[in-house]
């Protein structure tokens, strides 16, 4: 087989197009077209006996987190809308990690538990419902 010379002018154009194109791996986070979405319902709690009050609802303004792939630290939030429910737009397909605080009563430590559940997306317009994150109200 022959091979022709490439002309110096375009040698480093034929070298960076190849490695341009192998590092297009996009990690999880946001520039995608998917979406996670869930409800933040809520058990309140009577402080004194440490049973349920009886009211249970769909919290509204509840702050939800979201991590990207394996990082330490959350990487976007939101709220609740008005029946509790959430949404996390624009995402690209990866592993991620949703969750919300829950308050626990007075012998827990910092005063919240954390309620999280791990969420794949697997194709570029995926809208993936995670379950109801169920958290307390002291």
Known sequence: MRSFPVPRPLLPLAISVPLLFSGCSKEPGEGG?????GTVYAVEYNDNTGQPTGNEFYVPEYRVYIRYGDGDFYDDDTRT???????????????????AYSECPEDCDSGVELVSRIVEINKKKDEVTVPIFQVQLW
């Open 33 to 37: 077209k998917a979406l996670i979405r």
């Open 81 to 99: 809308g008005p029946n509790g429910e959430f949404e996390f737009r624009w995402l690209r397909p990866g592993s991620y990690t949703v969750f």
